[in-house]
C-alpha cells in the first residue's frame, strides 16, 4: 500500500470520528433538551396544571369548604402538590373521618373523604350539636336529630364529652340500642338512662371496656338500677 492511500485512509477514518463524536454530542443536546421541556412541563408548565379539584363523600361539608381547606391555588402543577399535606389540610376539618388525596393526570385533583357518622346529640343554645361515637363534635344544627343518643352535659367542656365518647365506644351494638340518653354531670358522674325506664351508673370513663362486659351480664338479669361504676363489685337492683 502507497504511501499516498494510507495517508487518505487515515483522514477518513479521523473524519468518520469527528462525525461520530459530532453525532453524541447532538444526541446527548438533544436528550438535554428533551429533558428540559419534559422537566418544564411536568413542574412549571399549564399543561399539566391543577384546573379541577374533585370532591367525592361529603354529605356535611360542602365542596367549598373542602376546596378552601386544600389551599391549592388553580394552574398548580400537579406535580408540585404535596398530596400528604393537602390531606392533612383536610382532615383538620371536624367532619373528616378519613382523607385521601389523589393527581388525576392531567389537570385534575381528587378529594375523597369519609366523615363522620352521627353517633350522639347535646343540646346547646337554641340547637344542638352532633358527635361521633367517640365524642367528637363536627356539626351544630338547629333542629334536634332523630335516632340519635341525646347527651346530657355542658357543652363547652371538652372533657366530659371526650369521656361520654369514651363510654359510648366501649358499648357493644345491643347496650347502644338500648341506650336513651347519657348524662354527664361530672367527670366521675355518668349515668346511662335505658329506652325500658332502667339506670345505668357507670362512674367515670375509665375501665369502660370492662364495664361494658360486667353490664352485658346484668342487664339479662333484670333490674331498674345497675351499678358498674366499680366492675369488680358490680350491683343491680
Do not use: C
Not at 398530596?83 to 373521618?97: E, K, S, T
Not at 370513663?205 to 353490664?215: F, I, P, R
Request: cysteine-free; overall charge positive.
Amino acid at each position: 500500500m502507497s504511501i499516498s492511500a494510507a495517508t487518505t485512509r487515515l483522514e477518513t477514518r479521523r473524519r468518520l470520528d469527528r462525525r461520530r463524536w459530532w453525532l453524541r454530542i447532538g444526541s446527548a443536546g438533544l436528550v438535554v433538551v428533551l429533558l428540559a421541556v419534559a422537566a418544564y412541563v411536568v413542574w412549571f408548565s399549564p399543561v399539566l396544571a391543577a384546573s379541577t379539584i374533585t370532591v367525592t363523600g361529603n354529605k356535611v361539608l360542602s365542596k367549598t369548604d373542602v376546596v378552601a381547606a386544600t389551599q391549592v391555588v388553580p394552574g398548580t402543577p400537579l406535580a408540585r402538590l404535596d398530596a400528604a399535606a393537602i390531606a392533612d389540610r383536610v382532615a383538620g376539618l371536624p367532619a373528616v373521618a378519613e382523607v385521601t388525596v389523589s393527581r388525576d393526570w392531567p389537570d385534575r385533583l381528587r378529594v375523597a373523604i369519609t366523615e363522620r357518622v352521627p353517633h350522639l346529640s347535646i343540646p346547646a343554645g337554641g340547637g344542638y350539636l352532633v358527635a361521633d361515637e367517640s365524642g367528637v363534635v363536627f356539626q351544630a344544627v338547629k333542629d334536634q336529630p332523630s335516632g340519635l343518643v341525646r347527651v346530657v352535659a355542658d357543652p363547652n367542656d371538652q372533657a366530659v364529652l371526650a369521656d361520654v365518647g369514651a363510654v359510648f365506644s366501649a358499648l357493644d351494638d345491643r347496650q347502644r340500642a338500648q341506650v336513651n340518653r347519657l348524662e354527664a354531670p361530672s367527670r366521675d358522674g355518668i349515668i346511662l338512662r335505658l329506652r325500658d325506664g332502667a339506670k345505668v351508673i357507670w362512674g367515670s370513663a375509665e375501665q369502660s371496656e370492662l364495664k361494658s362486659q360486667v353490664l352485658a351480664t346484668l342487664l339479662p338479669l333484670g333490674g331498674d338500677v345497675f351499678d358498674v361504676s366499680a366492675p369488680g363489685f358490680p350491683a343491680r337492683r
